[in-house]
């Protein structure tokens, strides 16, 4: 038979406000344990929170920017259950009037572009996490994290393979990059999704019993659970077995999910409206004002660059999905006038040496000035494109206190196009490898390259690679 994965995500992205959603603690990541929580966020009797205004205008940002209906009353909600990360044993969460409703992303896969429906994004408090002890016989819980501000982006169940999954995540972390309103560090937890994966036969329209996997915080995490849970329940179906719905836990270590306890329902949870915090009013000028300081985002800056400076569609959805290197790539291109240039050495160099070093867009250390002064010299042809490599890397590790004309002329990188020399040595290393020259005659062409490399490390890799071939090609049709 064959099978169909069925999926929604419930996707959790911390809110990048200086303080908590109820109270004046930092939510600044790590500290020591139990460092930044009070009395209100650890929920301790006669407490009362006090609603931080700018969550609210970080999620109706969100909100407008996924194309939702916006709540004009919305209101809290009391979420009860025990956890030893949530010591006052309820959380303040939004249910019955969450602040946006009914949007739509638009994803591209191979497949072509497909619409992700978002059935709701509500506003709610964080959890504290527990730290379990290697030797497996204590939990230590640390509540800093507890009442850092949230909203939960709920979609559709329109998923249908882990390809969709990874395109919708990376869409919203850009968005939400780009709006500012969290730095969306999937390593660090402000970012995490949970899954909701169920398999049906294709064709069949009723969907199966389906499982949650928890707070998954990577890509790669993300695409491994969905394969091994879609496999897992495939075989017990296959096997005649039922799939029993239920909450599970992805180790990354060990490859696998495992039951951490059976799936509640909203009835499990025992809702209430929440007493302490007065419901919320969104006015129509908020709103307005909201949607007039939309940015331009990822998808539209990725056909700015195709309409303005011819790049290559795919070329320019990699530079645009980043906020920190479209920020670089369109203040240099405003002077320099070399658009491929600066996207050849973006896609090259620039992402190569983020991958290589683990490091992220916004460490990149020098200014868009420094970067187009590296692109007028090559521009120039004053380097060649393998010194100018040399060069880019040592820009990328000092930043903007490189001086790239010093290291030029401290190294005598210039590059040499005096005819004479080139054909001087092309004569030379012609000379010195006679056996070479016969393979050459006898049809061998594919030699030439070693010509070019001896010639070009004569002259120390400074010459002119376009002036070397062509010398060399001309010394030996002579002969």
Known sequence: MNWEIVMGLEVHVELATKSKIFCSCTTAFGGAPNTHCCPVCM??????????????????????????EITRYNKFDRKNYFYPDLPKAYQISQLYLPFARNG????????????????????????GKLIHSPFGDATYPDYNRCGVPLIEIVSEPDFRSAEEVLAYLAKLKSTFEYLGISDVKMEEGSMRA????????VGSETFGTRTEMKNINS???????IAFESKRQIELLEAGEKVVQQTRRWDENKGK????RSKEDAQDYRYFPEPDIPPLRVSEETLTKIKNEQPEFAGEKAERYVRDYGLAKEDAQIIAASKHLAKLFDDTVAISPYPKEIRYWMLSEILYFINEKGLKADNIGFSAEKFAAFIEIMAADRVNKPTGKIIFEEMLKTGD???????????????????????????????ANPKTVEQYKNGQTKVLGFFVGQTMKALGGKAKPESVNRYVKEELDTL
């Open 43 to 68: 929920g301790m009797p006669g407490t009362l929170p006090v609603f931080n205004e700018q969550v609210l205008d970080y999620a109706l940002k969100a909100g407008v920017a996924l194309n939702c």
């Open 104 to 127: 739509a992303v638009e994803i591209e896969t191979k497949a072509g572009s497909k619409t992700i429906r978002i059935h709701e994004i509500h506003m709610e408090e964080d959890a």
């Open 194 to 201: 949970d899954v909701n994966l169920s398999v049906r036969p």
């Open 219 to 225: 890509f790669k995490s993300i695409e491994r659970a």
């Open 257 to 260: 999910t495992f039951s951490m």
């Open 401 to 431: 206190a490189f001086d790239i004309e010093g290291y030029i002329k401290a190294n005598q990188l210039e590059q040499v196009d005096d005819g004479d020399l080139i054909q001087k040595t092309v004569r030379e290393v012609i000379a």
